[in-house]
Structure formats: structure tokens, C-alpha cells
């Protein structure tokens, strides 16, 4: 099976999914978005209002800070892949539980089997903390690894994983939105010495 008909198919499985209370309380699951082939993968938290409506990750005001930055280094959407480690929307927008994560990072995990990215972006510190225990790290406060890279192995190949502040954070407080395309840019940097 290729990765079109994979990705399809877990698609659809997260879209079907009631592992978690969440399932219940969702207008639409957000299984992610982009190329299957991405060498960038971005990962944030969770489904805010507007990503829960249309089913599609960053689609709200955190969505079009992501946008500015992957334009300001020549990334398009399509051919990066984003998506959350918790697929559906929490009441409120409120952080997503252990359990949660728990029972929804299985898909996140098979997603990057499938994709294979060169590059994983997590995007916030729940993000970055699951990304960097899953490959072997100790996860750090964000604002001291944020724009650091970790090389993983798999076994697929080598893995970098540049740990960022979350868009959301730099609509909060702005210097965050400076280190961010600062950050891009040395993601920019890494992806091109990765060729
Ligand atoms: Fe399933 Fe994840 Fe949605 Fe929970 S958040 S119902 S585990 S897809
Ligand atoms: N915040 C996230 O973490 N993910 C989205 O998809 C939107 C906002």
C-alpha cells in the first residue's frame, strides 16, 4: 500500500474515533493537512474553534502567524505536512490531559511512520514535550530549547527536531513572534544543509 492510501485510511480512522471523551464533543476531527512526501512535519496541540469547524489544522489567528513564517522562508502548506498530537477539540480550548494525549498520539506516531519527515517541528511545550520523549530526549522548558536542534535515529533514517514556541504564544506576547521567525530561519538553514 502506498502512502496516499495509508494516510487515507488513517484519516478516515480519526475522523470515525471516539478513544477519547473528546470524540463527543467535536464538530469535526483534525486529522492534518499538507504532502504526504512533506521533509517538514509541524506538529501543534490541539483543534482550537475554527480548525474544529472547517476539520483542518491552523486554520484560525495562531494559523496565519504560521503562515507569515513559513512564507518568510519560502514554504508553502502544501508542501509542508501540520498537524496536533490530540486531533480533536477540547472544551474551551483548554490544554489537552495525559489521557488524551494518551489515547491520541497513536495516530500522530503512525503519521510520521508513514510521512517519514526529515524535520519535525513541535510546535508549544506539549508538543515538544511528547516529540522529544518519544525519540529518547529529556524534554527542557521551551524557552530554553526552543530553536535547538536533537538528532534521532530511526529506522528510517536520521530525524532533526527543532522544538518551537507556539504561534499562539507570539499573538500573546510579541517579542515570542521574534524569536519564532528567528527560529524559522534557522529551520530554513537546516532543511536546506539536510539536501
Ligand atoms: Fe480519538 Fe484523538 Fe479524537 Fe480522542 S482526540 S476521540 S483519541 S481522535
Ligand atoms: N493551535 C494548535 O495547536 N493547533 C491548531 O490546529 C490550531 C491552533
Not at 504560521?66 to 501540520?82: C, F, K, T
Amino acid at each position: 500500500m502506498g502512502k496516499e492510501e495509508l494516510m487515507k485510511r488513517l484519516e478516515r480512522r480519526i475522523k470515525g474515533c471516539q478513544k477519547c471523551p473528546l470524540g463527543q464533543l467535536r464538530t469535526n476531527a483534525v486529522p492534518g493537512a499538507g504532502s504526504y512526501d512533506a521533509e517538514v512535519m509541524f506538529v501543534g496541540e490541539a483543534p482550537g474553534y475554527w480548525e474544529d469547524q472547517k476539520g483542518l489544522p491552523f486554520v484560525g489567528r495562531a494559523g496565519k502567524v504560521l503562515d507569515e513564517l513559513l512564507g518568510a522562508i519560502g514554504l508553502s502548506r502544501e508542501e509542508v505536512y501540520i498537524t496536533n498530537i490530540v486531533k480533536c477539540r477540547p472544551p474551551e480550548n483548554r490544554d489537552p490531559t495525559e489521557d488524551e494525549i494518551k489515547a491520541c498520539s497513536p495516530y500522530l506516531d503512525r503519521q510520521i511512520d508513514i510521512i517519514r519527515p526529515k524535520v519535525i517541528v513541535p510546535l508549544g511545550r506539549y508538543s515538544m514535550g511528547y516529540i522529544l520523549r518519544k525519540f529518547g530526549f529529556e524534554p527542557e522548558p521551551i524557552s530554553k530549547i526552543h530553536g535547538k536542534t536533537f538528532e534521532a535515529h530511526t529506522l528510517f533514517g536520521k530525524i532533526v527536531i527543532m522544538p518551537m514556541y507556539h504561534p499562539a504564544a507570539a499573538l500573546y506576547k510579541p517579542p515570542l513572534r521574534e524569536e519564532l521567525k528567528k527560529d524559522f530561519e534557522k529551520l530554513k538553514e537546516v532543511i536546506k544543509s539536510d539536501k
